[in-house]
């Protein structure tokens, strides 16, 4: 009687168990649309995972293609933007779904600086201006595979001196791992043999209801700034810190970005649109953010969705997080140090010497509430 007994209780946990597992299978992308030959190397789309959060990379521009954490349901859903194959990843766009950036993020004011009393022109790609490390970058490089494990990728790059315009050779080692705390970690290391300026990040765009599923208007944001960096019209630096305090720009309590920013659906292209008072039309600004030392690792953001239970926290080491939502449908939080810092002694230095490394971490954890 005990031993039937027994067998039935174990045959109603297996009933129990096993859809609930089904439910968990994360929806990997196949990877067969992203394999191809470049310049003679292999491209291929990698896979890191813990089972609980998994991310997939591939090694040409470091696009992170996909990235799986559950909702409140333990539903899956792709939560990065991302081309259904590497066609849409070799054209040239300032769309920036996902690639590492480099080797200077953000902008760089009439693509012009000065270092050591040498004035260096670099590639214009943004009117007058440089954005995110020029025509080349690190985004349309293939980079060498060091490492491919079930939880980390590391790949490797080489940008020879005067690519777009920057001195130095510059050698980038770029780090995806999936943490302990169910967090995509990015880690960068660079090494040049000429003085040079540096400014590594990553532009992918998240939506913690699942990308195709509605824009981010309804997700709360908390950004640990109290100063963001004035900007022109084009979005590079005057070089005035601007305080938070009673402006859209006052993240340091959760906020709904639709709060600050107006909902532009059903406007035609082109078409004037008024800014009501207390709105933003969007954001594209340089939070420069609260840290407990220059070199302390800490949560500096956190992007949570009511709609799925989602919630993202960021962490990084650097002192600034650029955050742009202009597409509405996504968010990026770009951790790295402020735009046009070479050209402001004011701002953290992006210079690099020969016989220093540049160190970068940042992590983006997921969990559910």
Partial sequence: MKKNLLTTLFTLLCMTVLPLQAKND??????????????GKKVALYTISNGKVAAQIINYGGFIVSLYAPDKAGKYDNLV???????GYLRYNLGMVGPALGRFANRIGNATFTLDGQEYHVTKNNGPHMLHGGLKGFD???????????????????????????????????????????????????????????????????????IGKGNILKHQLTIAAEQITETDRMGIP???????????????????????QMD???????????VPEGKVRQYDNNFCLNHSSSTSF???????????????????DQPGLQ???????????????????????????????????????????????
């Avoid at 994360?26 to 310049?39: E, K, R, V, W």
């Avoid at 659906?265 to 008024?274: D, L, N, V, Y």
Wanted: net charge negative; hydrophobic share 30%; glycine share 6%.
């Fill in 26 to 39: 994360i929806p990997l992308l196949d990877a067969a649309p992203y394999d191809t030959i470049m310049d």
């Fill in 81 to 87: 933007t991302n081309y259904p194959n590497i066609k």
């Fill in 140 to 210: 349309h490089v293939v980079w060498d595979v060091k490492k491919a494990t079930e939880k980390e990728l590391v790949l490797t790059c080489v940008l020879p001196d005067g690519e777009d315009g920057f001195p130095g050779t510059l050698t980038t080692t770029l780090t995806y791992s999936i943490s302990k705390e169910d967090g995509l970690r990015i880690a960068y290391e660079a090494t040049t043999d000429k003085s040079t300026v540096v400014n590594l990040s990553n532009h992918a765009y998240f939506n913690l209801d699942g």
């Fill in 238 to 260: 005057t070089g005035k810190l601007l305080p938070v305090e009673n402006t859209v720009y006052d993240f340091r309590t959760p906020i709904s970005i639709g709060d600050r």
């Fill in 264 to 274: 532009i659906q059903g406007f035609t292209f082109g078409q004037p649109i008024e």
């Fill in 298 to 316: 800490d949560l500096v953001a956190t992007l949570y969705s009511p709609q799925s239970g989602r919630e993202m926290t960021v962490w990084n």
């Fill in 323 to 369: 955050v742009y939502t202009g597409a509405r449908t996504a968010i990026a939080l770009e951790s790295q140090k402020y735009p046009d810092s070479p050209n402001h002694a004011s701002f953290p230095s992006t210079r690099l010497n020969p016989g220093e490394t540049y160190r970068h971490v940042c992590e983006y954890r997921f969990s559910v509430k």
